[in-house]
């Protein structure tokens, strides 16, 4: 009996010493997130120590008989395991904010050398000799792939083209036999028509990178929990990963008023016909007109810029999602929801073949999801409804994530987040932002508007060529321009008429 009191106190003890180091970690990283208000934070400390020192009493001296005993060892365990996993869903959550905060000082482009499917040229070597078409407009990345080549005794002959259209012209009637282009260019491609098979009929033979400045950063406020902001929302179109520039597909500007609780969204459709603006050192074409998709082929910043400059506005922030890691995060959160208005069902995605939407709710996976948001062939609006629907796919996500039930997958949403997000917004003003949620419970009212156009086919700088293009209705332009003023300075945007 002796034998088994002794080694009962000495379990006790040793589970008081879990119970506190799990409880301490709990707290220490409640405490290096820093999101809970102080009203919330002293309690959750004074109720974290109470409760240690009662099973600690609870293990040591007052549980004597072997049923209390096993039930105050059952319940320390639970505490202890909860408080180790809430912990570290919390380290996850601190991971997620400094990575997504951690904007890259400098933006990955990738360069590729094509060949025909057909061709005989199946690797590096053979490519020596051989006749190489590229744009002028692309020359950084076309001399560091043929100079790197070069320093392996590998040389091309090339030919430069003034137009993409062009450059694919001469390399399906062979008058040349590969080509140099821009990865971030290879969705523009399949855009076209003609060349919507590019996928299927060509392939990589080789493959380089290289960086450039990342001008994009913050106008920040004095304090975003009082002073209202807008964040630019760009989802990028990039394959070869979330550090590389690619064209903007979706564009909206959050306008965000914390005093009044109002947030607008306004979106832009991203062939939207605009005057291009950058800062020095972006490398975009400077007052050219084009779509304003094309501006993200130079980063962020240069859509900010062009945004800015058509609106006559001010972006605090912006908000960069990559679209081809949507599909993960969506699948992490188990789907999401949209909405098909009457009229509005279809099974012509090019995107996912065998795939259809009807009226009413649908629910949808990462791959459905992501051909929803990027379809426009199977509505007569185009462009139009695809901002709608990319519209319903954010808010999908959003109302998703925030979901008690998030928490049975949290782990993997967090991961996944931390590669599908970056902000400029300071970690700082993120848990600035989540602590006033806290503590103020405010409930937002979301608003929505939408610049508009007409069709039609005009030059656009990147390509070099006319394609299919929405010149803006300047009425909607400066419409959207007096919602964005009217929220930023208290009212409701539904006021302007």
């Not at 180091?21 to 919330?40: C, E």
């Not at 549980?63 to 096993?70: A, L, R, T």
């Not at 928490?407 to 967090?414: H, L, S």
């Amino acid at each position: 009996m002796k034998e088994q009191s002794k080694f009962s106190k000495v379990l006790s003890i040793l589970l008081s010493v879990v119970l506190v180091i799990s409880s301490f970690y709990l707290l220490y990283q409640v405490i290096r997130l820093n999101v809970l208000p102080s009203k919330f934070l002293f309690p959750l400390t004074t109720g974290v120590v109470v409760l240690d020192a009662i099973f600690i009493l609870l293990l040591i001296y007052f549980s004597k008989n072997v049923v209390s005993k096993i039930i105050c060892i059952v319940l320390t365990l639970f505490i202890c395991v909860a408080s180790c996993m809430g912990g570290y869903y919390i380290s996850k959550t601190q991971n997620v904010l400094s990575s997504i905060t951690n904007v890259a000082k400098h933006a990955k482009n990738t360069v590729s050398v094509i060949v025909k499917e057909s061709s005989s040229i199946k690797n590096k070597p053979q490519l020596n000799g051989v006749s190489v078409g590229s744009l002028r407009l692309n020359e950084q990345g076309s001399k560091k792939a043929l100079k790197e080549l070069s320093s392996e005794g590998i040389v091309l002959n090339q030919t430069e083209y003034d137009s993409m259209t062009t450059l694919l012209e001469a390399f399906y009637n062979g008058e040349v036999d590969s080509i140099i282009i821009n990865e971030s260019s290879r969705s523009q491609i399949l855009d076209m028509e003609a060349y919507s098979n590019f996928d299927s009929n060509t392939r990589v033979v080789y493959q380089t990178s290289y960086k450039v400045k990342n001008n994009d950063s913050a106008t920040s406020v004095s304090d975003i929990t009082s002073k209202p902001f807008n964040v630019l929302i760009s989802g990028s179109d990039t394959r070869g990963g979330f550090d590389e520039n690619g064209r903007s597909d979706v564009i909206m500007i959050a306008t965000v008023n914390p005093k009044t609780h109002t947030i607008l969204l306004t979106s832009v459709p991203r062939d939207f016909y605009v005057t291009t603006a950058c800062d020095a050192g972006d490398g975009c074409m400077q007052g050219a007109l084009d779509k304003i998709t094309h501006t993200g082929i130079h980063g962020t910043n240069t859509t900010k810029r062009t945004v800015e400059q058509l609106l006559g506005i001010e972006i605090n922030y912006t908000f960069k999602v990559g679209f081809d890691t949507v599909t993960d995060l969506v699948d992490a959160l188990g789907g999401v929801d949209v909405n098909v208005e009457p009229g509005y069902a279809t099974n012509s995605f090019a995107a996912l073949s065998g795939f259809s939407v009807h009226e009413g709710v649908n629910h949808l996976n990462g791959e459905q999801a992501l051909a929803f948001a990027r379809e426009r062939y199977s509505y007569t609006e185009g462009d139009r409804q695809r901002t709608k629907n990319q519209q319903q796919v954010l808010m999908g996500i959003v109302k998703e994530a925030t979901k008690p039930s998030v928490i049975t997958n949290y782990a993997a949403i967090m991961d996944t987040m931390a590669n599908t997000f970056s902000t400029t917004m300071s970690n700082e003003e993120i848990t600035d932002l989540i602590k006033y949620q806290l503590n103020n419970n405010p409930t937002w009212k979301m608003e929505q508007y939408m610049v508009d156009g007409t069709g039609d086919t005009l030059m656009c700088a990147e390509l070099g060529d006319a394609a299919s293009v929405m010149v803006p209705d300047q009425s909607t332009v400066k419409m959207a321009k007096d919602k964005i003023n009217a929220v930023l300075a208290g009212k409701s945007s539904e006021d302007v008429k």
